[in-house]
């Protein structure tokens, strides 16, 4: 067998492992986006969290018993916000994961949220990559800095990207699908569970 042939064969299950994680990972974001809005509309607005508090703890023990952990009080008001900061449901990434996402919501300047948001996606940041820009202010430093090639070119020396494997054991995607972080799943268990949620 060719070196050349093996290669392209590799690349196909590669794309096609990506395509399945974002697909399965968007389908969290999307319903994570929904959870939060339809909080915010049962507590009445924005502004009526305090009645939320009850709400969130019932809400919270009723999704463990029927969904199993990954909906704590925390996670659900991270779910509120969520919808809160990004409220055009449209123009969420489908590239970004729930974790970038909980990365972005803690950028309070809406610009410099866009921004890496933006840089995430085009330079296909890790969620290390992006807080590691956030928390160096790469925005800020980019808007005052006179030499904006070189503070540029730091970004290019990062780490590399998360491979297929790591993306599809992503321990929040596969407490959204409903399995365990284990080594020993299969690879048909995975192909269901996608199938289910798709």
Avoid at 111 to 119: C, G, N, T
Avoid at 157 to 184: N, Q
Wanted: hydrophobic share 40%.
């Amino acid at each position: 067998m060719n070196n050349k042939f093996y290669e392209g064969i590799k690349k196909i299950l590669a794309s096609a492992r990506n395509r399945a994680y974002q697909a399965a990972n968007f389908a969290m974001v999307e319903s994570y986006w929904q959870i939060g809005k339809s909080i915010v509309v049962e507590q009445g607005g924005a502004e009526r969290a305090e009645y939320g508090v009850g709400l969130l703890k019932e809400l919270s023990a009723r999704l463990t018993a029927d969904f199993g952990k990954g909906f704590t009080v925390a996670n659900l008001k991270n779910m509120r916000q969520f919808y809160l900061t990004f409220p055009n449901g449209y123009a969420l990434r489908s590239e970004l994961s729930w974790t970038h996402y909980r990365l972005l919501m803690r950028v309070e300047n809406q610009a410099a949220r866009l921004f890496y948001m933006e840089e995430a996606v085009s330079s296909q940041w890790s969620t290390r990559q992006l807080d590691r820009q956030i928390n160096s202010f790469l925005y800020e430093r980019l808007l005052s800095s006179k030499n904006k090639e070189a503070v540029g070119k730091e970004v290019l020396h990062l780490e590399a990207s998360k491979t297929s494997e790591d993306l599809i054991r992503d321990p929040y995607v596969l407490e959204f699908l409903g399995l365990s972080p284990r080594d020993d799943f299969y690879e048909s268990d995975l192909e269901q569970v996608l199938i289910t949620h798709l």
